[in-house]
């Protein structure tokens, strides 16, 4: 079983960056995928970025060239460097692993003010 926290929401202006952080409660080297997942008020989740144990990356149209999605093995954590932010990715993100099984994290609100 693993558990992930989210870390590094917060309040942005337009423009600016943030990076988020999930902790993984096991060694994520060997983790098939994890990513992050955002979801708006009244609006369904979505995939955002996702990472593999092989080393490849991949990303929604929206946020291609201006998030990247990253892994430090050794601190078992995944991160998502978010720049250019637009109001429009204002959500709740959200960090999954898939390992055997699903696992969700409780959610960190990102919000980018106009």
């Known amino acids: 079983q693993v558990q992930v926290e989210e870390s590094g929401g917060g309040l942005v202006q337009a423009g600016g960056s943030l990076r988020l952080s999930c902790a993984a409660s096991?060694?994520?080297?060997?983790?098939?995928?994890m990513a992050w997942f955002r979801q708006a008020p009244g609006k369904q989740r979505e995939l955002v970025a996702v990472?593999?144990?092989?080393?490849?990356?991949n990303y929604a149209d929206s946020v291609k060239g201006r998030f990247a999605i990253s892994r430090d093995n050794a601190k078992n954590t995944l991160f998502l460097q978010m720049n250019s932010l637009k109001p429009e990715d204002t959500s709740v993100y959200y960090c999954?692993?898939?390992?055997?099984?699903?696992?969700w994290g409780q959610g960190t609100q990102v919000t980018v003010s106009s």
């Open positions: 999954y692993a898939r390992h055997y099984n699903d696992y």
């Open positions: 990472s593999t144990s092989g080393g490849s990356t």
């Open positions: 096991a060694s994520i080297f060997s983790i098939n995928a």
